[in-house]
């Protein structure tokens, strides 16, 4: 009995296990269940605590003015460290120091940022006013360009003035911008009239285009045009207006193109630069494998191949395909990302502005400097013609440098002005103050 007792004890004892072990593996299946469910409703949580952190930031009275400054400052960074990179071997060629160029680059930097500084503290009457006078330099500085320029690559677009030479067609763009700008906001009760866009705006631009067109620079040009389209585009011009201008400049830019051997074999052939590789092919396939060399984080600053010799304009131009080499696709990402915040933080200050000379002048400077660094970067991948467009803040040159950064400057400016930027700077300033007369 005793042993029957026990045996049924056990049996017993092993039937009221079974269901505890039924339950407790019902209880770790369901356990991954609820910490999935946990984790996915953490990550939700973390995700939206993201989201209103960003936009929380972005609520800020000075975001566009530091999303401006910073990334104004990060590309003028870049710009120098791949001009004394893409320069130095063709520098010391020339002249047996490889910081001769980069040299002259850092001396239109530090011209250059005072004169934005001082543009951000220009008044907007005074910008004004210089909207017409500086419309008249800018014709009779391309007029003169047409007419004594030195001619350079097949374009007639460089002015020599004494010991320097400068690239008229670079300031005629900023100087546009103003007048176009101060001319719509004058008329801002009267752009339903289609008379009212276009007189004098669209004449005035088109002889612009057409003095640079007499210098053979259809790079330049096509810019102008972007800059026109773009600021009909903002103040309102009807649909059928634009078909009318995208038609008259493909026909002037094919016109244009067919004028000149070299030009037209660069259009043919930019499809598949291998096609005529040691001929017009030579730059752009030396581009792309500049870009292709440089991988995902690139070869390192300073470890460019293509730079000794086989890519031409490699610190101008064709600077974008030496930052892929050396930088990699992370770094051109980068730079066009930096492009892409300064373009949102403008559009930012010409959405919520009241003022009209400030929208159409912030969407004007946007449209000039995205167009021109998307010309550029298309140019250097082969998915544009080679037409001689430098790349904003980055490329080696003054005459398109101080232009841009003066631009950027009045942006800068209008990014201050803004109600709440200037309530904030003013306490700012106050805090400091206080701060200062407690010292004492």
């Not at 946990?38 to 993201?50: F, G, I, N, V």
């Not at 002249?95 to 011209?111: C, E, T």
Request: hydrophobic residues 50%.
């Amino acid at each position: 009995m005793p042993s029957q007792q026990r045996s049924a004890r056990r049996s017993t004892t092993g039937l009221s296990k079974r269901p505890s072990e039924r339950r407790g593996s019902v209880i770790t299946t369901a356990v991954p269940d609820s910490t999935g469910s946990r984790l996915a409703s953490l990550r939700s949580r973390a995700r939206l605590t993201w989201l209103a952190a960003v936009r929380d930031a972005l609520a800020r009275p000075l975001t566009n003015y530091y999303l401006l400054l910073g990334s104004v400052a990060l590309l003028l960074t870049i710009g120098l460290l791949m001009v004394l990179s893409s320069s130095s071997v063709e520098a010391f060629e020339e002249s047996g120091d490889s910081y001769a160029i980069v040299k002259r680059q850092l001396l239109w930097v530090v011209i250059g940022v005072p004169l934005a500084f001082v543009a951000s503290r220009l008044p907007l009457r005074l910008v004004r006013r210089m909207a017409y006078p500086a419309f008249v330099v800018s014709l009779i500085l391309l007029l003169a360009t047409a007419k004594f320029g030195v001619e350079v690559y097949g374009n007639k677009n460089w002015l020599p003035l004494g010991p320097v030479q400068i690239q008229p067609s670079e300031i005629a763009k900023f100087s546009i911008i103003i007048w176009a700008a101060h001319i719509y906001a004058n008329k801002d009760r009267r752009l339903r009239s289609l008379h009212q866009v276009l007189v004098p705006v669209v004449p005035g631009m088109v002889l612009a285009t057409g003095l640079v067109v007499l210098g053979r620079d259809l790079g330049t040009a096509l810019v102008f045009a972007a800059i026109l389209i773009g600021m009909l585009w903002v103040v309102g011009a009807p649909i059928r207006l634009f078909v009318l201008c995208l038609s008259i400049l493909s026909v002037l830019a094919l016109g244009i193109a067919a004028t000149s051997s070299e030009r037209l074999s660069r259009i043919t052939t930019f499809v598949d630069p291998f096609k005529d590789y040691h001929g017009t092919g030579w730059q752009p396939a030396h581009g792309l494998y500049a870009m292709s060399t440089g991988g995902i984080f690139g070869q390192g600053i300073g470890a460019s191949q293509q730079k000794w010799g086989a890519l031409p304009e490699a610190h101008t131009d064709f600077i974008f395909a030496v930052l892929g080499e050396e930088l990699g696709l992370v770094g051109t990402l980068l730079v066009i990302g930096l492009f892409l915040v300064i373009a949102y933080a403008t559009v930012r200050i010409a959405r919520e502005t009241k003022d009209p000379f400030v929208r159409y002048c912030s969407f004007g400077i946007v449209i000039w400097l995205l167009g021109q660094m998307m010309i550029n970067v298309g140019m250097v991948l082969a998915l544009l013609p080679v037409i001689g467009i430098p790349l904003p803040l980055v490329s080696y040159g003054g005459s398109s440098l101080l232009p841009t950064l003066v631009a950027l400057g009045l942006v800068v400016g209008f990014a201050r002005r803004e109600p709440a930027a200037a309530r904030a700077l003013a306490q700012r300033r106050r805090a400091r103050a206080t701060g200062l007369s407690a010292r004492r």
